[in-house]
């Protein structure tokens, strides 16, 4: 290369190779419960627990604060280089390890986070768990559950915007381990103490992202101050 001293190409193949070399290194995420503070999905949450915001407005919050959260639980996703040309150079350049995500929804107020995570990770594989509680025994019944294959190899990342006493989450999660997930992780906008505490005692090994803890629950399960029926205000249902 004419005008470029032998130095300078060996500095830039060092350089090069430190994209490697500074890899985030995988580790499991350490803490059991994570709440983001970010003003921006603070902002938006606060929007969107105001009673009077619109559903349209209520379902483009979601979808934005969604992505802010996804952020979050996926980012310390183990990483691999990849060698790849630039229009100037070769170089070893980061990208994602191992298989594609898994992202499952507890239906239906799940889909509201999903379908924004999804516009972030296009690729992610996709399930479903649905559930609903029997009068009689207050317990969950599944009556849905289809989700990706291999699900020992991926990272699972299960999506419900409330978790309110947990009972259904903890379901969940352990139909996922009985389908073979060992990596999982709880992505909900609020949490209730109580329902972190079932999901702590039932799964400690799932750590939890949320956007708020708040207060508590009332005696019908709704969480306090919360934003109501999330189902209802994302779908304009009552
Ligand atoms: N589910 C909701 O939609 N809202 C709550 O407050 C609790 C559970």
């Known amino acids: ?5 032998a130095p300078a190409i060996a500095r830039a193949a060092h350089i090069c190779k430190d994209y490697a070399s500074h890899l985030p290194k995988e580790r499991p995420m350490q803490q059991h419960l994570t709440i983001v503070k970010h003003p921006l999905v603070q902002h938006k949450l606060t929007l969107m627990r105001e009673k009077d915001t619109s559903t349209a407005v ?73 559930l609903y509680r029997d009068e009689a025994t207050l317990k969950p019944v599944q009556y849905y559950f289809k989700v ?35 990596d999982i992780r709880f992505l909900c906008l609020l949490a209730s103490p109580e329902g972190v505490a079932r999901m702590k005692e039932a799964h400690p090994d799932v750590p939890i992202v949320t956007a708020s803890l708040d207060d508590r629950l009332d005696e019908k399960g709704y969480i306090l101050p919360g934003l109501g029926d999330a189902g209802d205000r994302m779908f304009g249902t009552k």
Not at 1 to 5: E, H, R, S
Not at 148 to 174: C, E, F, W, Y
């Open 1 to 5: 290369m004419a005008g470029i001293c």
């Open 58 to 130: 209520f379902r483009q919050l979601l979808r934005e604060i969604s992505q802010l959260l996804a952020y979050e639980v996926t980012h310390e996703l183990p990483m691999t280089t990849r060698e790849i040309e630039t229009p100037m150079q070769e170089m070893d350049a980061p990208v994602l390890a191992g298989r594609k995500l898994a992202l499952i929804s507890i239906l239906r107020a799940g889909n509201g986070l999903l379908d924004g995570m999804l516009e972030l990770i296009p690729s992610a594989r996709v399930g479903f768990v649905g």
């Open 148 to 182: 990706p294959d291999q699900l020992a190899k991926r990272l699972v990342i299960v999506v419900d915007p409330m978790l309110a006493t947990g009972n259904s989450s903890a379901a969940a999660v352990d139909l996922l381990k009985q389908a073979g997930a060992t």
